[in-house]
T-cell receptor, first 114, second 112 residues
Framework: GDSVTQMEGPVTLSEEAFLTINCTYTATGYPSLFWYVQYPGEGLQLLLKATKADDKGSNKGFEATYRKETTSFHLEKGSVQVSDSAVYFC?????????????FGTGTQLKVEL | EAQVTQNPRYLITVTGKKLTVTCSQNMNHEYMSWYRQDPGLGLRQIYY???????DKGDVPEGYKVSRKEKRNFPLILESPSPNQTSLYFC???????????FGPGTRLLVL
């Protein structure tokens, strides 16, 4: 079945540092890939997505490129802020995977300090 | 404002006492889903609904029931809650299961 693997957290960075959160996936079909963000005490919200190979999703300074050859969708940001502190989830939807649902990774907590 | 609402936001109950968590969306979405979030396990799908009167099991359906009598509402029912159902629950909706899902604010449940 489909699966998503994310790097373990928490990740602690100083403000203005470069961020990378790794995400790799296995899927039977041609999935769409998503990054969702969960701020403290809130539900998840879409951060960015990519629907086909080599697509780059971007939003709020975050970027991720759909790499089919390495089955990866790593999240990056050039300069993080304290307000980026949250839990980040990588997810996929795969028509060939069976089941009409998103498959989520376990989430990576990011803490940004002054 | 487009949103998914859940009630209650927090609930403490005892083993065996039936409860319902409501979920409502105002975006005319056809697809709705319930997830539970547990530390180290991420989000796991409990049940989903492709449209009115169409529901199906997700990955962890045991101990839960759902119904979809109207397009906007998708309640989650725990007929006889047990302590292992202590969790954070999220409802989500979208036009299609492959598309961006919109999440409610979550319901934190403690079963004693």
């Amino acid at each position: 079945g489909d699966s998503v693997t994310q790097m373990e957290g928490p990740v602690t960075l100083s403000e203005e540092a470069f961020l990378t959160i790794n995400c790799t996936y296995t899927a039977t079909g041609y999935p769409s890939l998503f990054w969702y963000v969960q701020y403290p005490g809130e539900g998840l919200q879409l951060l960015l997505k990519a629907t086909k190979a080599d697509d780059k999703g971007s939003n709020k300074g975050f970027e991720a490129t759909y790499r089919k050859e390495t089955t990866s969708f790593h999240l990056e940001k050039g300069s993080v802020q304290v307000s980026d502190s949250a839990v980040y989830f990588c997810a996929l939807s795969d028509e060939g995977g069976g089941g009409n649902k998103l498959t989520f990774g376990t989430g990576t907590q990011l803490k940004v300090e002054l | 404002e487009a949103q998914v609402t859940q009630n209650p936001r927090y609930l403490i109950t005892v083993t065996g006492k039936k409860l319902t968590v409501t979920c409502s969306q105002n975006m005319n979405h056809e697809y709705m889903s319930w997830y539970r979030q547990d530390p180290g396990l991420g989000l796991r799908q409990i049940y989903y609904s492709m449209n009115v009167e169409v529901t199906d099991k997700g990955d962890v359906p045991e101990g839960y029931k759902v119904s979809r009598k109207e397009k906007r509402n998708f309640p989650l029912i725990l007929e006889s809650p047990s302590p292992n159902q202590t969790s954070l629950y999220f409802c989500a909706s979208s036009f299609d299961w492959k598309e961006t899902q919109y999440f409610g604010p979550g319901t934190r449940l403690l079963v004693l």
